[in-house]
Antibody, heavy 119, light 111 residues
Framework: QITLKESGPTLVKPTQTLTLTCTCS??????????VGWIRQPPGKALEWLAL???????RYRPSLRSRLTIIKDTSKNQVVLTMTNMDPVDTATYYC???????????WGQGTLVTVSS | QSVLTQPPSVSGAPGQRVTISCSGS?????????VHWYQQVPGTAPKLLIH???NRPSGVHDRFSGSKSGTSASLAITGLQAEDEADYYC???????????FGGGTKLTVL
């Protein structure tokens, strides 16, 4: 059974750095072709892809947020970590991690974690 | 402004058929990248409904079907049921952006 679970703070202050962890089970981050991405959804708005990392450490970032994002993986813990610097209230959203399949679909999703940016 | 364009809302009566369109461009759908569809019940995570244009994952009812042509794609839902009321998103890959793109989402209301 494949599951992903996000963890991290629920509240961050403006200008702080957000660190989110995605713990994966049922598949290995060291398996060929495997990738895990982060997607966010502001309240009442659409899904927005942020970043993705593949087994071979190939990393992709949303161009408009590239300077603020870093994605890494810890294969020994089967975790993927996303950091986003200089948080702003507009970054308030539910953040999801999801596994990416061979056709670039997100086939398994975590439950999501709501992050609020407020002083 | 989403890269993929969807109608904000569609509606239909129980038992009817509805379609949701997803319009892209030559750098995403038109470039040959696959289109995927997700169903999101409010308050829950998105669920993969259709992958690679017209394929249903195991467990998805055959009332849901997808198609793709040129720079657009469509999701069709037949035999509408109350439980189908949700938000639906299309997704593809954009070669110019080198990243994954979503539509703005369509809210389906079952009358």
């Amino acid at each position: 059974q494949i599951t992903l679970k996000e963890s991290g703070p629920t509240l961050v202050k403006p200008t702080q750095t957000l660190t989110l962890t995605c713990t994966c089970s049922g598949f290995s981050l060291s398996t060929s072709g495997v990738g895990v991405g982060w997607i966010r959804q502001p309240p009442g708005k659409a899904l927005e892809w942020l970043a993705l990392i593949y087994r071979d450490d190939d990393k992709r970032y949303r161009p408009s947020l590239r300077s603020r994002l870093t994605i890494i993986k810890d294969t020994s813990k089967n975790q993927v970590v996303l950091t986003m610097t200089n948080m702003d209230p507009v970054d308030t959203a539910t953040y999801y991690c999801a596994r990416v399949g061979p056709a670039s679909q997100f086939d398994y999703w975590g439950q999501g974690t709501l992050v609020t940016v407020s002083s | 402004q989403s890269v993929l364009t969807q109608p904000p809302s569609v509606s239909g009566a129980p038992g009817q058929r509805v379609t949701i369109s997803c319009s892209g461009s030559g750098s995403n759908i038109g470039a040959g990248y696959d289109v995927h569809w997700y169903q999101q019940v409010p308050g829950t995570a998105p669920k993969l409904l259709i992958h690679a244009n017209d394929n249903r994952p195991s467990g998805v009812h055959d009332r849901f079907s997808g198609s793709k042509s040129g720079t657009s794609a469509s999701l069709a839902i037949t035999g509408l049921q109350a439980e189908d009321e949700a938000d639906y998103y299309c997704q593809s890959y954009d070669g110019s952006l080198s990243g994954w793109v979503f539509g703005g989402g369509t809210k389906l209301t079952v009358l």
